[in-house]
Nanobody, 124 residues
């Protein structure tokens, strides 16, 4: 069992930065692949970034590549999403998710556990 709690969301101006954190509980956290997804009002939840359990492999949606960075600290059971050069289209609820495969995963159904989400609002 893994429980996930996101934090760090809030409001930012376009061009600004935010850092999201996802604190995980459970002794097996270090074996899970982790991902960030987001959902804008009226839209489906979409993939943002993923990191393997080793932290060696990462993958990003084209829309955030070069602006967002996913990382993890297995010692403190936390996954981060550093967001720079924010755009209004980055607005949405950001969810952290854990995949038992341990690998980078782009699809929602590969993730078994989800956090409650944290709101990010970017104004122009």
């Amino acid at each position: 069992q893994v429980q996930l709690v996101e934090s760090g969301g809030g409001s930012a101006q376009a061009g600004g930065s935010l850092r999201l954190s996802c604190a995980a509980s459970g002794r097996t956290f270090s074996t899970y692949g982790m991902g960030w997804f987001r959902q804008a009002p009226g839209k489906e939840r979409e993939f943002v970034a993923s990191i393997s359990w080793t932290a060696i492999f990462t993958y990003y949606a084209d829309s955030v590549k070069g602006r967002f960075t996913i990382s993890r600290g297995n010692a403190n059971n936390t996954v981060y999403l550093q967001m720079h050069s924010l755009k209004p289209e980055d607005t949405g609820v950001y969810y952290c998710a854990a995949s038992p495969t341990g690998r980078v995963q782009l699809n929602r159904w590969e993730y078994e556990y989800w956090g409650q989400g944290t709101q990010v609002t970017v104004s122009s």
